[in-house]
C-alpha cells in the first residue's frame, strides 16, 4: 500500500510524504491520518481498512466482510478489498490530491517504497524536477538514490520516524 500525504510545514518548508510501509496498510483513513498529524491523505492503492461494491461501489467497513460469510452489498454485488490491483487505475480524487501536494512541496520524504510501481513512483520524480528537496527512507536502493539529498537505508523506518518526531517537537 502506499500514500502521499500532505505533511504540513516542518521548518518552513511545505512537505509532501510518499509512504509504503506494514503499519500503513491496515488502519483506516482517520486514523492514518490522524497518526500522521494531518487529515489530507491520499491512499492511492487503497486501504484493507474498508471493503466496496464491485456493482455500485458502495463501500462498507472490512469488518462487514470478515464477520459475515459471503457477505454481499445491499444491492446483491459483491464485495472486494478497497485496494488496487495491478492493471486497475488509481482512485481519481486521491491521485489529484497527490499531484497538487506533490506540486506544492518544498520537501519530499519517501519511506519504505522501491519506488518501482507507476505511476506512483513518479510522485517524487515531479517534485524533485519541480525543485524539491528529496528524502529516500528504504531498506533496499531505490532508482531515485544518486538524485535523492538524503538517503537513509539499512534502518527500520519506526526507529528513524521516532527520532525525527523527537527533533520536531523539541
Known sequence: MCG?????????????????????????RSNQAGKHGSQKVAQLHGTLASVRCLRCVREYA???????????CECGGFLRPSVVLFGEGLPPF????????????????????????????????????????????NRDTTPLDERADMLIQNEPIGSILQRTEKYLNA
Not at 472490512?62 to 454481499?72: D, H, I, K, V
Not at 506544492?104 to 515531479?126: H, K, M, T, Y
Request: cysteine-free; aromatic content about 12%.
Open 4 to 28: 502521499v500525504y500532505w505533511g504540513g510545514y516542518v521548518n518552513g518548508k511545505r512537505t509532501a510524504r510518499f509512504s509504503v510501509t506494514d503499519w500503513d496498510v491496515a488502519r483506516p
Open 94 to 137: 486521491d491521485y489529484e490530491r497527490a499531484e497538487e501536494w506533490t506540486e506544492e512541496a518544498d520537501l519530499f520524504i519517501v519511506l519504505g517504497s522501491s519506488l518501482l510501481v507507476s505511476p506512483a513512483n513518479l510522485f517524487p520524480q515531479r517534485a524533485k524536477q519541480r525543485g524539491a528537496r528529496l528524502v529516500i527512507v
Open 62 to 72: 472490512s469488518s462487514r466482510y470478515l464477520e459475515e460469510t459471503g457477505a454481499n
